[in-house]
C-alpha cells in the first residue's frame, strides 16, 4: 500500500520490494567481525552486520546471529571471542571470511589473515586489524516476536575486557581518530557498503553542556 509521498507496509504481509529496506534504512551499520574459537581450541571467524555497542561501563557490545552458528555455539562453549575492526583495506579479507566453509576449516587461513593470541581471552585476534576488543560473554538471548514467539536469532552479549588500538589511531591528545581508520559500514541490498571521511564529519553539541 502506498500514497502519493510515503510508500507503506507491514512487515508481516512482505514489503512489496526487490530487496527488504530495513538494512538500508538502518544504516550504514558497523561491523561485528567476530572471532571465536570452540573447547577443542578450532578457530572461527566471521562478520555479523547486527553489531553495535551498547554500554560505556562495563563496556559491552553485541552482535545479533540468524540461526545457532559457529560464532554463537563457540562462544556459548568457551565464554569468549575478539571483535575485529574491519577497515577498507580489509573490506575483501572480511568478505571472504563470510563463505559457507565445511566444518572444520579456518577461515583465518582460507581468508588469508593472520591469527594472533588474545590476552585475556583464548580467541584469536586478527592481527592485521588495527583495533580488537576482547569479549567474555555477558547474555546470549533468544530473540522474540511481538507476541512471544521464539525467532531462530540468537543476540551474543559480550563484556570488552581487553582492548588494543594501533598508536596511530590516536592524536597527540589521546583520542582516537575513527575516519583515519577508514572502518567499512554495511548498507542494504545484497552488496553495498560505504567508507567514511573526515570530509563528512560536523560537531554538535550536547544542550547540557553548552
Not at 11 to 17: I, S, V
Not at 63 to 85: C, H, P, Q, R, Y
Not at 111 to 140: H, I, M, Y
Request: charged share 20%.
Amino acid at each position: 500500500m502506498s500514497s502519493d509521498d510515503r510508500y507503506f507496509y507491514e512487515p508481516a504481509k512482505g514489503h512489496g520490494l526487490p530487496h527488504d529496506p530495513l538494512n538500508a534504512i538502518v544504516g550504514p551499520r558497523p561491523i561485528g567481525w567476530i572471532a571465536s574459537r570452540n573447547a577443542q581450541g578450532q578457530r572461527n571467524l566471521a562478520p555479523y552486520s547486527f553489531f553495535n555497542c551498547f554500554n560505556y561501563r562495563p563496556p559491552i557490545i553485541g552482535f545479533a546471529s540468524s540461526g545457532w552458528k559457529d560464532s554463537v555455539a563457540n562462544i556459548v562453549e568457551t565464554g569468549e571471542f575478539v571483535w575485529n575492526l574491519t577497515t577498507r583495506s580489509l573490506a575483501v579479507k572480511m568478505n571472504e571470511s563470510s563463505a559457507s566453509l565445511a566444518h572444520g576449516r579456518d577461515e583465518f587461513e582460507f581468508a588469508g589473515l593472520t591469527p594472533t593470541p588474545g590476552t585475556l581471552v583464548a580467541a584469536d585476534r586478527v592481527a592485521e586489524s588495527p583495533v580488537n576488543f576482547e569479549c567474555k560473554l555477558s547474555q546470549c538471548i533468544q530473540l522474540q516476536s511481538a507476541a512471544g514467539e521464539k525467532i531462530d536469532t540468537w543476540l551474543v552479549m559480550g563484556e570488552v575486557v581487553a582492548v588494543h588500538i594501533a598508536r596511530h589511531l590516536l592524536n597527540e591528545d589521546g583520542i582516537y581518530q575513527t575516519a583515519l581508520a577508514e572502518p567499512v559500514l554495511r548498507a542494504g541490498g545484497p552488496s553495498a557498503y560505504y567508507g567514511i571521511s573526515e570530509d563528512l564529519r560536523f560537531d554538535l553539541t550536547r544542550p547540557d553542556a553548552r
